[in-house]
């Protein structure tokens, strides 16, 4: 088991809160276990985390009560990534700033977000608006017919290491043009990850940020911390920090935090 002293300090840029206090909605025919912060807190208790990112799942759709409660109790260093409406106003995105949300997700993946027709709209107005990004849990078989659109966008990022190889010559071409992947989801994938980490870092060293993806929600194998030592032994120690930490923080607008939990 890997120790505060071991690692480097992380700030978990992709995590789910599952409170079954707050609508869940069932998806294809899944509806998750509970997952709380305290169950979140335990499950990291060994990790040397001083921060992180709760991302709305298809199962919560727009409701944002249970993100801010959740940000509300994890507290400081911990910010938030919501599903909106098109509809939704200026107001309630300011609101939902304050609160701590930093982004807005399109699951294009399993449904359970705004149709695609609003994407491009939508990350203009939140970034002018509040200074969000967008986050897409997207395969990167689909990014080809994205492209021309995604790379009007400010700022956005791809969960899950873009989820297959097909159409990964897009995805390296967009992280060169500033886009940002969330190192998650490693069972989730059938490719080789450390290639594609590889890969990835050497057309942009800014453009991974790692993340549990915890509770791994319907992946074939769960986070596990081995998915730590993976990156560890196989990419430069020169990029451990920036990958664990510091990408993220500078993507969610925030100032490093000398701040532990568990």
Not at 3 to 21: V, Y
Not at 156 to 163: A, E, N, P, R, T
């Amino acid at each position: 088991m890997y120790t505060d002293a071991m690692l480097p300090q992380i700030f978990d840029a992709h995590l789910h809160i599952i409170d079954p206090r707050f609508p869940l909605i069932e998806n294809r025919g899944f509806v998750p276990e509970p997952f709380s912060v305290a169950d979140y807190r335990q499950r990291v208790s060994d990790l040397p985390v001083v921060g992180g990112t709760v991302v709305s799942g298809s199962f919560q759709g727009f409701d944002q009560e249970y993100l801010v409660a959740a940000l509300q109790e994890l507290g400081e260093g911990f910010v938030g990534v919501t599903q909106l409406p098109a509809s939704v106003t200026d107001e309630e995105i300011l609101h939902l700033d304050a609160a701590g949300v930093r982004g807005v997700r399109f699951n294009l993946f399993r449904g359970g977000s705004e149709q695609l027709d609003h994407l491009e709209n939508m990350a203009h107005r939140v970034h002018e608006l509040a200074g969000w990004h967008v986050e897409l849990y997207v395969d990167s078989a689909v990014l080809p017919q994205l492209k021309s659109r995604l790379l009007r966008f400010p700022a956005y990022s791809i969960d899950h290491l873009g989820m297959s190889l097909d159409g990964f010559d897009t995805l390296l071409e967009l992280v060169e043009a500033g886009a940002m992947v969330k190192a998650c989801g490693f069972g989730r994938v059938e490719f080789d990850i450390v290639e594609v980490m590889r890969q990835l870092l050497a057309v942009n060293p800014l453009a991974l940020m790692f993340a549990t993806d915890l509770p791994s929600t319907r992946a074939k194998l769960p986070f596990n911390n081995n998915d730590i030592k993976t990156i560890i032994d196989n990419i430069d120690d020169s990029c451990h920090e920036a990958i664990f930490q510091l990408n993220a923080q500078r993507f969610y607008r925030l100032k490093n935090q000398a701040i532990t939990i568990g």
